[in-house]
């Protein structure tokens, strides 16, 4: 299986800043990219990486340092306690779908192929896109595509998914596609799929609310002077991210000491959002809409924005 070369992958190296001694988590392992890299730099450390694709395991590396553990990385706080491990020195996390899940024509992830509309990351989930399209409610369709897809037309997309699938079951993503022909002009057609995609399946696989356990966990998690590492694809993981290093907390709410500073465990290593450069977005399409944040936990500074 063809896995393309991870999104910034220089830039999340350096990010991590690495003790050859430490512990360290990769949150989203896929084809093992990242993880390759990360044990180059390891002496006597450990490194951690969660997949809940099962296809991943076929990449697992065959290290002593190293563990892949097939789970959500939602739950990574218990299963590294399971290990032991209370502390990390550093997690990195490619968050979004992978490059080798779209090329996969049966997961259902794209408009691309005519395929059974699945979009699961971990197949043993029972939610999966047939039954978002096929049995949520018009305002709950809406208030996803609205959510996730950022579509100022979710109510109209909503209502002719609701009155199509009436007539017939939606099935396939080709089935999908021909339900939504006629709501965009063929010049932005491509951009609005992939909207309405993008959401359903953030849906599927409740990437959000997994993504708000994960960055709630990890302050608590890194040692002191431990990195933060991030790349998000869409403005909804993005902000959380940014929230939690400039804020101290996912929500964006500033908390403030009695000198009226604002308390929070993380500072920004990188002061502008870290991009790919052109010529990665030639060899990587998926690099496009790429965002990076790295952050270092620093708990005797408490820094006023």
Do not use: W
Not at 57 to 81: E, G, P, Q, W
Not at 93 to 121: C, K, N, W
Not at 135 to 144: G, K
């Amino acid at each position: 299986m063809t896995y393309h070369k991870p999104v910034l992958l220089d830039e999340c190296i350096k990010g991590l800043n690495i003790n050859p001694n430490g512990v360290y988590v990769d949150a989203t392992f896929g084809g093992g990219g990242h993880s390759k890299e990360i044990i180059k730099h390891l002496i006597n450390g450990r490194l951690f990486a969660f997949d809940q694709d099962i296809n991943a395991v076929d990449n697992t590396l065959h290290d002593s340092k190293f563990k892949l553990i097939k789970a959500n990385f939602r739950y990574l706080k218990n299963f590294l306690k399971l290990e032991g491990i209370n502390n990390i020195d550093g997690l990195l996390a490619d968050l979004g779908v992978s490059s080798h899940q779209i090329d996969i024509p049966e997961r259902g992830f794209t408009y691309r192929y005519d395929s059974d509309l699945d979009m699961r990351m971990n197949s043993d989930l029972s939610l999966d896109a047939k039954k978002v399209v096929n049995s949520y409610s018009e305002s709950d369709l809406s208030n996803v595509l609205y959510k996730y897809g950022d579509l100022n037309q979710s109510r109209r997309i909503a209502r002719k998914i609701v009155e199509s699938r009436e007539c017939k079951y939606i099935k396939t993503s080709y089935d999908f596609i021909n339900v939504l022909d006629g709501l965009f002009s063929e010049k932005y057609k491509n951009k609005f799929l992939s909207r309405i995609f993008q959401a359903i399946r953030i849906e599927v696989n409740d990437e959000i609310n997994a993504l708000k356990e994960l960055l709630n966990d990890v302050v608590s998690l890194l040692n002191h002077n431990g990195r933060l590492v991030v790349i998000s694809y869409h403005s909804l993981e993005d902000r959380l991210v940014k929230n939690l290093i400039n804020k101290g907390n996912i929500q964006g709410n500033e908390q403030k000491d009695f000198f009226g500073k604002v308390t929070k465990d993380l500072k920004a290593i990188n002061k502008k959002v870290i991009i790919p450069t052109d010529d990665e977005f030639k060899l990587n399409s998926r690099a496009r809409s790429a965002k990076l944040r790295v952050a270092e936990k620093n708990t005797d500074e408490k820094k006023q924005i």
